[in-house]
């Protein structure tokens, strides 16, 4: 009798245990929601958004700078992480029966699994080091770090495409690449969009490898052979600074990041989980 | 996707005669697959320029302070310009160690949770919650860590935690509120997200006949429960070396946690340590001479071969552990 009484306790003991570690993983998500919105909020005002970084001991201020850096380099980086996927991503997924596949997507999930800030030294030794700290350098850093999200997305989104609709157009005599364009990547459509969304959420929260390929700028772009100033990197390097006003500053771009990440992610979500 | 890939030859050899329209199709597709191939293979040009430029920028490190480089003890740019290493890979390897150690038993919780315990549309929702905490950028987790959880720390659990422990060595010593500890449980945070995703995944590809006989004998909820994790255990463990590579590879958090003081090893788990990363982020452009930069570089070489080690051996075992798991739900 007793024996099934410990075996009773014992099993009560460990569900509660499971369901403690799922509360206490949550702490830190809601206690993070709830610090950034509560401090972000009181960031922002019309001057956040149309206004440059102050300088130092200058009252106000905003990010504008930032978000027209961040879009920058943010556009730069799709402009070669987003063609280079999406042929990966259809490669691995239309022709998958060869070798070659296998090897890629192996080295794929070898490039994703990189820190970001090994790939930042890898943009500064390669392109810093020749053409100086610049949106170029910061740019490609983020395009790398691109390249295995877009691929592994638009794979997964190939793959879940019907054979039957294939083989349909086929039977028609369309040829294959015109099929693999025409029929599959058009009805795969919103869940690679979301897949370059999801990508672009993700780089628009790195800031590691900013920091060391392009370095903090307090001002307009000025050129592609100089640095921009970026949402991210601001927040390291206002949340290190000793003063209120940048701090403050720090919180609100925290709370733009974060919005924008729950909106994407919502909207995965909602297309994945659909179809 | 599963093609007839010899179709062309097939048709050859039926001695057919094809319309130029057909053979225009082949060229199309043998085109398409050609280009597409060449983007593919631009993974082969990225890795080996990286790892080349990587070997390239520390080359004069590793010219000038070989092997000493990863066991010296001194970073001294300024005066004697003597770099080594060793603090940092420590440092790295501690703050990941304390992470897996708070990491990866609530990973199991989760993952458990979410393939046995939940019903499946409570799992959803928690399933997206658990992306939302990977999607938060990491400078977010430093800037609440720096003024949100080093305060709490500071004032409400290691003081406690000192009283209750303080006779061991550890846990003795003046607390900061950032340091070692406080940097092991921010990247524990940071890695439970992609560790319990895994382990969900591995719990829920055990085949349910595991848990129908042992429940037929009268198991508990829990006593089943085990036999689902010692079935996928191999996976477990390649789960937490997944977590491993994410941890050894975060900067910015750690960066605005850990206090970043360059010692061999700190007197306390509250003392302030450095990690590789962050000493990359805080130096790197602040690097005058070439021997200093070599050096940066030097540091991030070594991590990529220590994060590229971890997780292609996490990646193998995982990959090992699904293929067995559904390998034998087919039979």
Do not use: C
Not at chain 1, 78 to 95: C, H, K, Q, R, W
Not at chain 2, 213 to 229: N, S, Y
């Amino acid at each position: 009798m007793d024996y099934h009484k410990l075996r009773f306790i014992k099993d009560r003991l460990m569900q509660s245990l499971v369901y403690l570690s799922l509360i206490l993983a949550f702490i830190p998500l809601f206690s993070i929601i709830y610090e950034v919105f509560v401090r972000g909020v009181s960031a922002i005002n019309v001057d956040f958004f149309i206004k440059p970084t102050p300088t130092v001991g200058e009252v106000g201020g905003g990010v504008a700078n930032a978000i027209q850096g961040t879009l920058i380099t943010i556009g730069l980086a799709s402009l070669i992480g987003v063609p280079v996927g999406l042929m990966s991503g259809i490669f691995l997924s239309e022709y998958s029966e060869s070798r070659l596949s296998m090897i890629i997507r192996f080295l794929h999930d070898v490039l994703g699994g990189v820190p970001s800030i090994v790939i930042g030294v890898f943009a500064y030794a390669l392109i810093t080091r020749s053409i100086g700290f610049s949106v170029t350098a910061a740019a490609f850093a983020l395009a790398v770090i691109m390249i295995p999200i877009v691929t592994r997305t638009t794979e997964e989104a190939l793959k879940l495409v019907p054979m039957s609709i294939r083989e349909a157009a086929i039977a028609l005599g369309i040829p294959r690449w015109k099929v693999t364009i025409t029929i599959a990547l058009s009805s795969a459509r919103k869940a690679i969009i979301t897949g370059i969304l999801l990508s672009i959420a993700r780089i628009a929260g790195e800031s590691a490898p900013i920091l060391v390929s392009m370095g903090f700028w307090r001002w307009w772009f000025a050129g592609l052979n100089r640095p921009v100033a970026n949402l991210a990197l601001n927040i390291f390097i206002f949340a290190m600074s000793p003063f209120k006003n940048w701090v403050t500053l720090a919180w609100g771009s925290a709370l733009i990041l974060i919005i924008m990440v729950l909106i994407i992610s919502v909207l995965a979500r909602i297309t994945l989980t659909r179809g | 996707m599963k093609m007839p890939r010899k179709m062309p030859l097939f048709f050859n050899s039926l001695n057919l005669k094809f319309s130029s329209q057909f053979k225009n199709h082949l060229k199309g597709d043998n085109l398409f697959k050609l280009v597409s191939a060449l983007f593919a293979s631009s993974i082969f040009l990225l890795l080996g320029l990286m790892i080349y430029t990587l070997i390239e920028g520390s080359w004069l490190s590793i010219q000038t302070f070989g092997l000493n480089f990863i066991v010296g003890t001194t970073w001294d740019p300024a005066i004697s310009k003597v770099f080594g290493a060793l603090p940092l890979i420590l440092g790295t390897l501690v703050t990941s160690a304390i992470a897996l150690l708070i990491g990866v038993p609530i990973s199991l919780g989760i993952g458990l949770a979410l393939s046995e315990y939940l019903p499946r549309r409570f799992g959803f929702a928690i399933s997206f919650l658990v992306e939302l905490l990977a999607a938060v950028p990491s400078v977010v987790y430093g800037l609440w860590g720096m003024f949100v959880l080093i305060p709490f720390l500071r004032e409400h659990v290691y003081p406690y935690l000192q009283t209750a422990l303080g006779f061991i060595p550890l846990f003795s010593g003046p607390i900061y509120g950032g340091g070692v500890l406080t940097g092991g449980i921010v990247l524990a945070i940071m890695i439970i997200p992609t560790v319990s995703a895994v382990m969900r995944d591995l719990f829920s590809a055990v085949p349910n006949s595991q848990r129908e006989a042992i429940i037929a004998l009268g198991a508990t909820k829990w006593e089943t429960t085990k036999i689902v994790v010692s079935y996928a255990r191999s996976g477990v463990i390649g789960a937490a070396i997944l977590g491993l590579g994410r941890a050894v590879g975060e900067t910015m958090a750690i960066t605005m946690v850990i206090g970043n003081k360059f010692q061999v090893w700190p007197s306390s788990l509250f003392d302030a340590w450095y990690t590789m990363a962050a000493i990359i982020a805080n130096e790197l452009l602040e690097a005058t001479y070439d021997l200093y930069v070599s050096a940066l570089i030097n540091v991030g070489l070594i991590l990529l071969i220590i994060t590229l080690l971890i997780n292609v051996l996490a990646r193998l075992i995982v990959w090992r552990a699904m293929r067995l798991t559904r390998g034998i739900v087919r039979e």
